[in-house]
């Protein structure tokens, strides 16, 4: 124990390579008195690969359990245990468990504090090619379509470059979506295994990435996409882009392709072009 109270820690763990694992993270798995780990199994197969011997309590702390073990832990803080927690992968409560435990033990007045690790967020956007000056962590996209659609809609004029994690059987529908919301030709790079063996980074626009997807991707996914650039930041006018729809109508197109052809001509999101027209209606 640590004394008059413990301490917990946020232990960020290699995201692919163990040897990127820092002998600070050693030494506090070493000596935790509780190790609260997300997939116990996984972490038992870190401590073998870093060769290290684990001689505190390890715990399960992941999605299902996390309301009900957080009392637990805050209360083994209070009396004086250093509490180390661990997710698979990155750092804790950073698209992964952690946040519930951080803010009850914040608000019992007790310390927290962390050893920082490796990041797939600041990896992907550091090799991504695209700007790193301003970015924005938007973590999972909703797997409903319709909310997907809408987080995209408010995401399309996001002037920053934008991080996403995804599941990879997932990946070639979200990359359709981003392309349909910010436009086929949005900059983007899918990085794939970060520091494993099969480490990929793919780079191109978001309706190539998207073709390319949808032959299958495995491993672990971070997307990153760039944001709206300065000269794109102004939309047209409403009233003009359904005035181009009306012509592309009147020219033989179906809506739903005018639409789309609006759109990639004046690099807008396909649903503002709709919203446009639909207001156009309505006027």
Not at 21 to 35: F, G, I, N, Y
Not at 77 to 98: E, F, I, K, Q
Not at 243 to 251: F, I, R, T, Y
Request: proline letters at 6%; one cysteine or more.
């Amino acid at each position: 124990m640590t004394g008059q109270h413990g301490v917990l820690v946020l232990a960020g763990t290699p995201i692919g390579d163990p040897a990127d694992a820092s002998p600070r993270l050693v030494r506090v798995l070493e000596t935790a008195d509780v190790v609260a780990a997300e997939d116990t199994r996984r972490f038992r197969r870190l401590a073998a690969a870093l060769d290290i011997h684990v001689a505190g309590r390890v715990v399960s702390y992941y999605d299902a359990n996390e309301q009900s073990r957080t009392a637990e832990l805050v209360e083994a803080v209070r009396g004086g245990a250093r509490v180390v927690l661990v997710t698979d992968a990155g750092m804790p409560s950073v698209s992964d468990p952690g946040y519930r435990l951080v803010a009850a033990v914040a608000e019992a007045g007790l310390p927290v504090t962390a050893v920082p690790g490796p990041s797939a967020v600041l990896a992907a956007l550091a090799v991504s090619g695209l700007a790193v000056d301003r970015f924005c962590f938007e973590g999972f996209l909703p797997r409903r379509a319709g909310e997907r659609a809408t987080r995209l809609h408010e995401l399309a004029g996001e002037p920053r470059t934008m991080v996403f994690f995804e599941a990879p059987h997932r990946l070639a529908v979200a990359l359709a979506a981003l392309a349909e919301a910010f436009g086929p030709d949005r900059p983007a790079a899918v990085c794939r295994e970060l520091t494993k063996t099969y480490e990929e980074v793919r780079r191109g626009g978001l309706g190539e990435l998207a073709e390319w997807a949808a032959a299958g991707v495995r491993g672990e996914v971070t997307v990153v996409v760039a944001g709206l650039s300065a000269g794109a930041a102004t939309s047209p006018d409403p009233a003009e882009l359904a005035d181009l729809v009306s012509g592309e109508e009147a020219a033989g197109r179906p809506r739903k392709e005018a639409i789309a052809a609006v759109a990639a001509a004046a690099r807008v999101p396909k649903r503002v072009v709709y919203d446009a027209v639909v207001a156009a209606k309505r006027g």
